[in-house]
């Protein structure tokens, strides 16, 4: 079993606006990785779902990949 990034690394807020650590949780299609494949803990999934939308919303991260 995968240890939480966020938990391992001690950071306490998902941030919308950090785009390199988000993009490690997306797969090349753009959709976001599961907990099964991404290995994080259930509170920081629903944190870094809302964060990777938002990011979205901003135009930060793709919606679609390539």
């Not at 090349?28 to 803990?41: E, M, Q």
Request: net charge positive; aromatic share 10%; charged share 30%.
């Amino acid at each position: 079993m995968k240890q939480c990034y966020f938990c391992t690394n001690n950071i306490k807020l998902v941030d919308y606006k950090d785009i390199e650590s988000l993009k490690k949780f997306i797969d090349p299609l753009a959709r976001v990785l599961s907990r099964r494949k991404s290995g994080t803990c259930a509170k920081h999934q629903r944190k870094l779902t809302i964060s990777i939308k938002r990011a979205r919303f901003l135009a930060l991260l793709p919606f679609i990949g390539r």
